[in-house]
């Protein structure tokens, strides 16, 4: 089992940023950043290894940067260049498995966290 807290979320303006952070119990091979908006499917913002390695979304390539500090077991995702259609409940996702990118597209994550909210107002 991995227990997951977020934190960071807000409402802020459109152009503005935001830093989500995520501490996991226990640490886990793929870390990863969901996003669910109202009448949205649920979208894989991001994913990254234990390695470093890291996929993204093409609706946040560029704007979006997922790391995390293995010694906390702590996922972040700096949000720079905000858009309206950023806001949505944002969750992270945890799993032992490899191959973090395929997990992330299919939405194939174990534990999840329960979200924090962001809201960019234009």
């Known amino acids: 089992q991995v227990q997951l807290v977020e934190s960071g979320g807000d409402s802020v303006q459109a152009g503005g940023s935001l830093r989500l952070s995520c501490v996991a119990s226990?640490?886990?091979?793929?870390m990863a950043w969901f996003r669910q908006g109202p009448g949205k499917e649920r979208e894989g913002v991001a994913s990254?290894?234990?390695?470093?390695?890291?996929s993204y979304a093409d609706s946040v390539k560029g704007r979006f940067t997922i790391s995390r500090d293995n010694f906390k077991n702590t996922l972040y995702l700096q949000m720079n260049s905000l858009k309206p259609e950023d806001s949505a409940l944002y969750s992270c996702?945890?799993?032992?498995?490899?191959?973090?990118?395929?997990?992330?597209?299919?939405?194939?994550?174990?534990?999840w966290g329960q979200g924090t909210q962001v809201t960019v107002s234009s």
């Open positions: 990254i290894d234990s390695y470093g390695v890291t």
């Open positions: 226990r640490s886990a091979y793929c």
């Open positions: 996702a945890a799993d032992g498995g490899s191959d973090c990118e395929r997990r992330r597209i299919r939405g194939m994550y174990d534990y």
